[in-house]
Nanobody
């Protein structure tokens, strides 16, 4: 079973930036849509961004469009999320995940469409 490990979370002030990484234990992930989700206390898990297997097609939740950029480096089996202009509303645990089927991501991203999850990394944005 492939394992996903996130890194890059932390605490920043509003307006700051963070770059999350998700490293996969095997290159089979390169055939799948990969996504970033987040979950804030008391809220449901939310799909933030997804990228197709080739990286050519991406999807974003409206609240992060223009601020977040998802990318992948299939040579390194690594997924990234560049987060700019962060706000306190972005505070959450961020998870990377591999789709259950196929190389294209659903829009919107649905947690049930993803089969493999990382352990999460905390992002805290202070005002």
């Amino acid at each position: 079973q492939v394992q996903l490990v996130e890194s890059g979370g932390g605490s920043v002030q509003a307006g700051g930036s963070l770059r999350l990484s998700c490293s996969a234990s095997e290159d089979s992930v390169n055939m799948y849509c990969m996504g970033w989700f987040r979950q804030a206390p008391g809220k449901e898990r939310e799909g933030v961004a997804g990228t197709s297997s080739t990286g050519l097609r991406t999807v974003y939740v409206d609240s992060v469009k223009g601020r977040f950029t998802i990318s992948r480096d299939n040579d390194k089996n690594t997924l990234y999320l560049q987060m700019n202009s962060l706000t306190p509303e972005d505070t959450a645990i961020y998870y990377c995940a591999r789709a259950r089927y196929g190389g294209f991501c659903s829009d919107p991203l649905a947690p049930g469409d993803f089969a493999v999850w990382g352990q999460g990394t905390q992002v805290t944005v202070s005002s």
